[in-house]
């Protein structure tokens, strides 16, 4: 069974960090296309960085050069370090794998920013 656990959510006040976690277990990130999403209260479920298998890497204009994503294949974990944070990044942030097969979600972690 494949499944996708998020952590690291919480409140955060304007300009601060928080480091998200995504532990998979039941498939390797080795060869899978890893991402975060986060879906805002009235809006859509918007991409906000992907993590192609190697090193590649790709942003949303609204993240880039404040979000970074990353993968530890050896744990089987994919991150998202999140600094400078804005009140409009508050959401709930969502784990994505995908390959060749399947597709898979986690169950989100919610992140707030407000002083």
């Known amino acids: 069974q494949v499944q996708l656990v998020e952590s690291g959510g919480g409140l955060v006040q304007p300009g601060g960090s928080l480091r998200l976690s995504c532990a998979a277990s039941?498939?390797?990130?080795?060869?899978?296309?890893m991402g975060w999403y986060r879906q805002a209260p009235g809006k859509e479920r918007e991409l906000v960085a992907t993590?192609?298998?190697?090193?590649?890497?790709n942003y949303a204009d609204p993240v880039k050069g404040r979000f970074t994503i990353s993968r530890d294949s050896a744990k089987n974990t994919v991150y998202l370090q999140m600094n400078s944070l804005k009140p409009e990044d508050t959401a709930i942030y969502y784990c994505?794998?995908?390959?060749?097969?399947?597709?898979?979600w986690g169950q989100g972690t919610q992140v707030t920013v407000s002083s």
């Open positions: 993590s192609p298998t190697g090193s590649m890497t």
């Open positions: 994505n794998l995908r390959n060749a097969i399947s597709e898979y």
């Open positions: 039941g498939i390797s990130i080795r060869f899978s296309r």
